[in-house]
């Protein structure tokens, strides 16, 4: 029962920790309502086309950090595997279905590298080098992304010797990526998928 109660604890704060919208409060600074641009996603991708490298930069820098710190704690206080799982999960559902945006967000893909950080740090940085490796020859960050995060559980299966949660999580975050980017699937599919480098159009903000 004790363990029950730790993890939801832990799940909370993860949870709460993943709503901090890093997209949306860098381009509110700027006077730009994010979600009202481009895809409407307050992520990285979003942010770069609508906004510029910088933003996105900043974006990219903030958004591990949810996913790292909140997995972080229960791991250095000893909680089991499926407890460090569990946080990350909520973590990044925190981030994809904010309940401070009217469960929108972003599609979790820089938290979730956050969380794989931490969680096998080997797994995050592969994944990383597939996921790029993808973008600079389709220049499509949202195919990437998706490859990237695909081939942690592989990399975990070809370890061999891993925790059993890391694994159910790395699938688990995989399909929750695949959920995210439905729209840029059909949008790969119908060939109209904007490539990396192409702006979006900043709509002024309605008063």
């Known amino acids: 029962m004790?363990?029950?109660v730790v993890t939801a604890v832990f799940m909370v704060i993860g949870y709460l920790l993943g709503t901090i919208p890093t997209g949306y409060l860098v381009a509110k600074a700027r006077g730009v309502d994010i979600?009202?641009?481009?895809s409407g996603n307050i992520g990285?991708?979003?942010v770069m086309r609508?906004?510029?490298v910088v933003p996105a930069v900043i974006v990219v820098l903030v958004d591990p950090l949810k996913g790292a710190a909140a997995v972080l704690l229960p791991q250095l206080l000893g909680a089991s595997a499926w407890t460090v799982a569990l946080t990350g999960l909520a973590t990044v559902l925190?981030?994809?279905?904010?309940?401070?945006l009217r469960l929108r967000g972003g599609k979790g893909i820089a938290t979730t590298l956050g969380v794989f950080l931490v969680v096998n740090p080997l797994v995050a940085g592969l994944s990383v080098v597939i996921g790029v490796f993808t973008i600079?020859?389709?220049r499509y960050v949202s195919l990437g992304s998706m490859v990237g995060?695909?081939?942690a559980p592989l990399f975990l299966i070809a370890a061999l010797n891993y925790p059993m949660p890391h694994l159910y999580l790395a699938i688990a975050l995989a399909g929750l990526a695949i959920v995210r980017h439905r729209a840029n699937i059909r949008r790969l599919i119908s060939g109209t998928e904007r490539r990396l480098g192409e702006?979006?159009?900043?709509?002024p903000k309605e008063p």
């Open 136 to 138: 600079l020859l389709s």
């Open 94 to 100: 925190g981030n994809n279905f904010n309940i401070m």
């Open 199 to 203: 702006r979006a159009k900043v709509r």
């Open 50 to 52: 609508t906004l510029g």
């Open 149 to 151: 995060l695909f081939a």
């Open 44 to 46: 990285a991708t979003n």
């Open 35 to 38: 979600q009202a641009q481009g």
């Open 2 to 4: 004790l363990d029950i």
